[in-house]
């Protein structure tokens, strides 16, 4: 019976082990390869011991472009970030509050937005950012941007709220203040946790986000994941380059995302006990 | 009939204030909720409405400025007829069911490791979140690396293992099933986690009770764990299909749709009528099918979870 129960816990931590590995297998090798010099990047066998070295990363700073399309990429993010937590923050403190007839309905009708394709609706928001003159700004994506980042966020904030005991509100509320009062100063400062993780995530999608900054945006308002791409030119596919420019993408993700694990999955699960 | 003339007679007593009172009772959720309906609202209307008047019209680079046709149905039915489309709704749906299906057994294999007590959760739970968190374009690009027929270390390795070489990327047979690889890496850990979560909110008694019955482990998953999940599991299946239904960046950059389309999803399909064709009244109505679809299946899923909430 002991020896059985060893080996279970064995192979559990076995399995658990192997699916670290894995997981972060491909991370790993990204920021090696970055590291590598060019000429060992494709060297077959594989060369695992070789002196570090920068660069790729001077390759990728040459020209001072990098450092401008960081800029909007952070820029964009953080303010797509903040306008969808003001409205999803409300959003969901309603979600959260109110029972009214088709709650359920609502909430799942709020995820709309995040179920249209992007690329069904880019030609039309390509036609009109093109007649108000914001292709190629940081604008066009901040509004594109927040039609995933807004239903996100009322996701996320909702399961944080539905957390906050009613109890709490209410003796606020009989105290004189009102009910803006008491989200404002009783229930938002308990969510702090859960907001800051729903600002993380919607920062990462909007720092990860591909199709929309591709096709509206040019030299100008180019974002680092476009950025990446750009490294694969007719002639040759820059290799280093690309490790060393996606591991300085990956770097603040994976930071973030380590700092607020818990309430990051808490948040996206909650809603599926919940509802 | 008296109350009601009573409730006039007391609005009018006090004009204005009690009825605005109810009023606003009633709308306060409106309050909280409206603004961010309302910003979606002003963003999508635009582009949702002049995509569905160019799918009914016909609009090509070259005859655009000669005026755009109305054509009324005629993009849908040649859409409809056409190999291609049809082709690249197979593709999607092929890759949505394998890559939904081996992302929940695993998904929930693991969600099921992590449930025990395991020392250092925090770290693991943190590792294993970092795939779906990577930037695609990242991921795609450097599963391309990894996957490459000379350089990959994927054959390296296989060809160490004395497995030939696999021409993953440019063989149709394989694209697919490595497309499929690449998107089970980015987002078993999405689905893993959210199961876990589910897992650790369910009560203590109904396994107990069972135990004590003398069911085995897979009895107790089976007839208590999955029922209890149910709920989980179908809001984890509606995030994934969102998500896999759309793919656009890993394809892209992995097979840009190839060899010989076998890759070609929806996605990719508009991308190329729209963006290098330019023919955006046949893209249009692609797109809307498209939307029609996702929603279908999505409104199917949400009564399943509306369901049992009730």
Known sequence: ?275 | MDWIEGGTSAVQAVPGAVAWRRFFKRAEPALYIGPAFLVIAIILVYPLGYSLWLSFHEWTLRGFRQGVPWVGLENYRSLLASPEFLNSLRITFTFVISAITIEFILGMGLALLLHHDLRGKGLIRSIILLPMMCTNVVIGLTWRLLLNYEFGLINYYLSQLGIDRVEWLSKPAVAMPAVILVDVWNTTSFVALLLLAGLQSLPDEPFEAARIDGASSWQLFIYITLPLLRQTILIALLWRLIDTFRIFDVVYLLTAGGPARATETVSIYIYRYGFQSFNLGFASAASYLMILIMLVLAALLARAIGRIQE
Not at chain 1, 31 to 49: C, D, G, N, R, Y
Not at chain 1, 65 to 78: D, E
Not at chain 1, 224 to 245: C, E, F
């Open chain 1, 1 to 275: 019976m002991k020896l059985r129960r060893t080996i279970n816990a064995g192979l559990t931590y076995f399995a658990v082990i192997l699916a670290l590995l894995l997981s972060f297998f491909p991370i790993a090798y990204l920021l090696i390869t970055s590291f590598k010099p060019p000429e060992l990047t494709f060297a077959i066998p594989p060369v695992w011991a070789f002196n570090p070295t920068l660069q790729n990363y001077a390759d990728v700073f040459a020209g001072g472009t990098f450092t401008r399309y960081f800029l909007n990429s952070l820029t964009i993010a953080l303010v797509t970030t903040s306008v969808a937590l003001l409205f999803g923050t409300f959003a969901g403190y309603g979600f959260a509050r109110f029972q009214f007839r088709g709650t359920t309905w609502m909430r799942l009708g709020s995820l709309v937005p995040q179920m249209l394709p992007p690329i069904t609706i880019i030609v039309p928001l390509y036609v009109l950012f093109n007649s108000f003159r914001l292709i190629d700004t940081l604008w066009a994506l901040i509004v594109s941007y927040l039609t995933f980042s807004i239903p996100l966020s009322i996701w996320m904030m909702t399961s944080f709220f539905a957390d906050v005991p009613r109890e709490l509100e209410e003796s606020a509320m009989i105290d004189g203040c009102t009910r803006l009062g008491a989200l404002i100063r009783v229930s938002l400062p308990i969510v702090a946790p859960g907001l800051a993780a729903t600002a993380i995530l919607s920062f990462i999608y909007c720092w990860n986000e591909f199709l929309y900054a591709v096709i509206l945006t040019g030299r100008d308002a180019r974002t680092l994941p476009v950025t990446i791409t750009s490294y694969m030119t007719n002639k040759a596919i820059l290799w280093g380059r690309i490790a060393a420019s996606g591991s300085l993408v990956l770097v603040p993700v994976l930071a973030f995302a380590l700092l607020a694990q818990r309430y990051l999955v808490r948040g996206l699960s909650r809603g599926a006990i919940k509802g």
